[in-house]
């Protein structure tokens, strides 16, 4: 059936459309309702419920919700309930941890304000206090398509149809999509979202901006023996097992009922196609000053996601006819705090602010320019200004001098408000830092014991990921020839080692390997739309609801 064919989708008419029931989406909707009870606010989420595909470490910077609920502390539904207490940082080696004293660290790297919990069940909670001012939500469904006026300006989004079998063609069960039309539209699907890589497109919104740059982000929650539970307590280290050439880092917090979250980073732009971040993750957790801390223990839940790490210079335009971007789907991670809820929650709530202010003017569909103006010399822009050179210093010159380097430049910032370093530029996007496999040697990861380590698949069962199987495969390969010769010849097939979920596979058969993709197991990182050596690969939305599905991460 053509799109022709098909029946004409049902409307709604709102004051704004937001995507995406993230912090910031979240936060956005509320403000909007705090300066406006009257304002009509829609906020569509594809996972299938709100907090399903919410995934961060999360130790959170309270900056956001302070201004946002100042009172939450005095919630008792609020799930945020542990604050830091001790915190830590560590230069690993293969047998050691060296400390490194707290006195080194400039002010910003300060974690004892900040509260450790799940983000998942914080945005349940924030979604919980947007229902009662007044928002609808709608999870399970997911934004599909960008709606465009006669103008070329944002006029909402339209939901995808479900329904649809893997052969393209509706089956019995077919629905056809909705059509949510605003006078504005927020864009706040978190890194690398679908619709918001269209609108950076046609807009040319990054034209002034440097490369997008990401990371991948995995974590477990575990819980462990009482006895070795330090309520509270926070770690981050970098080093081992990454070589000094490949970025990232690890991070191990405290907190609640003898609940531990362990996480691992790599930063996208690492040059060697053998490289698995999930067995590296898988390998962290066997230091001998990590082990002892899962020993015993229960593994409870595991996932990943895609981080957003090129900071205040990659920052695109983030306005445009009719809507605007907000938190991480335009990239606002303070990546040395590995933190970004702050600063969605700041942004969103900005967005809000010039949004509801050009309605009350009357105003609809057309460029609020003042949120675009605003951001660099609000609590974000200061933010992330601080920062902005030490992931391209730690790309340029390795995790040793880069780190010291990134340091100094920290001081620096904080204490004199300038860098002698300007403001470093990111080189290149990540998909071109691969160098092809004859410059580097296959990995032999140890086989997991299913005990401290695990394989993928086990590991995918855990994150609850549930895709309906008839149904269109949602990572689409733009160029299957173009996958074969350069992909798996030339890079000897990385998106079998990059995707932290079994998802792609080189099926050798004799002289014609064969790309398969396992679509169901796909928990949305979309590191393949970011990593893919071609840009060959990209991730779209499959049927509403489809995914992961986090209970508490």
């Not at 990540?430 to 296959?442: C, F, G, V, W, Y």
Request: aromatic letters at 10%.
């Amino acid at each position: 059936m053509s799109t022709e064919e098909l029946p004409p989708r049902e409307s709604m008419e709102f004051d704004v459309v937001i995507v995406g029931a993230g912090p910031s989406g979240l936060a956005a909707a509320i403000r909007l309702k705090q300066i406006n009870a009257d304002l009509n606010v829609v906020v569509v989420e594809k996972g299938s419920e709100v907090g399903a595909h919410i995934l961060s470490g999360a130790v959170i910077d309270p900056a956001g919700l302070d201004k946002l609920i100042p009172d939450w502390r005095e919630d008792a539904d609020c799930p945020l309930k542990t604050q830091v207490k001790d915190d830590r940082f560590y230069w690993m080696t293969t047998g050691g941890a060296i400390k490194l004293p707290n006195f080194m660290m400039p002010p910003l790297m300060n974690n004892h304000h900040c509260y450790i919990g799940s983000l998942g069940n914080v945005c349940r909670w924030l979604a919980r206090k947007a229902e009662a001012l007044g928002v609808e939500i709608y999870p399970g469904f997911a934004a599909a398509e960008v709606l465009y006026d006669d103008k070329g300006a944002v006029k909402g989004i339209a939901t995808g149809d479900m329904g649809i079998g893997r052969d393209g063609k509706p089956k019995d069960s077919f629905t056809r999509g909705m059509e949510l039309l605003g006078k504005y539209t927020l864009f706040a699907e978190g890194a690398r979202g679908s619709l918001t890589k269209q609108l950076i497109a046609k807009f040319a919104l990054d034209a002034k901006s440097e490369p997008s740059k990401f990371g991948i982000g995995l974590k477990e929650v575990w819980q462990i023996d009482p006895a070795k539970h330090q309520k509270g307590m926070i770690q981050h280290s970098f080093g081992w097992p990454l070589d000094l050439k490949t970025g990232g880092g690890s991070f191990l917090y405290h907190y609640d009922d003898n609940l531990v979250a362990v996480g691992f980073v790599v930063h996208l732009n690492y040059d060697d196609p053998y490289l698995s971040p999930f067995d590296e993750f898988q390998r962290f957790k066997t230091h001998p000053s990590i082990r002892g801390t899962f020993e015993g223990a229960k593994r409870l839940a595991y996932g990943a996601r895609a981080i957003t790490e090129g900071g205040y210079q990659s920052v695109p335009r983030l306005t445009f006819p009719g809507g605007a971007l907000v938190g991480c789907a335009a990239g606002f991670v303070n990546v040395p705090r590995i933190k970004g809820v702050h600063n969605a929650m700041g942004t969103g709530m900005l967005a809000a602010e010039h949004v509801a202010a050009a309605l009350a003017a009357d105003r609809a569909n057309d460029e609020v320019v003042d949120y675009e103006n605003a951001w660099r010399s609000s609590s974000v822009g200061k933010d992330l200004f601080l920062v902005r050179n030490v992931k391209p210093l730690w790309s340029k010159f390795g995790t040793v001098l880069g780190v010291a380097l990134g340091g100094f430049d920290m001081w620096f910032n904080t204490l004199f408000g300038t860098s002698l370093f300007g403001t470093q530029s990111h080189a290149k996007p990540d998909r071109s830092t691969l160098d092809p496999a004859e410059q580097h040697a296959p990995k032999n990861y140890p086989k997991p014991d299913g005990k401290i380590s695990f394989d993928k698949l086990s590991s995918v069962f855990l994150s609850n990921t549930n895709h309906e199987e008839d149904q269109p495969v949602h990572l689409r390969v733009a160029d299957m020839n173009l996958q074969k010769t350069s992909e798996h010849d030339i890079f000897a097939g990385p998106s079998n080692r990059y995707c932290p979920a079994g998802v792609y596979e080189w099926v050798e058969e004799g002289a014609a390997p064969r790309y398969q993709i396992n679509a169901q197991n796909c928990v949305h990182c979309k590191t393949c739309d970011v990593k893919d050596p071609n840009g060959n690969i990209t991730w779209v939305p499959p049927e509403g609801g489809g995914g992961p599905n986090y209970e508490a991460m």
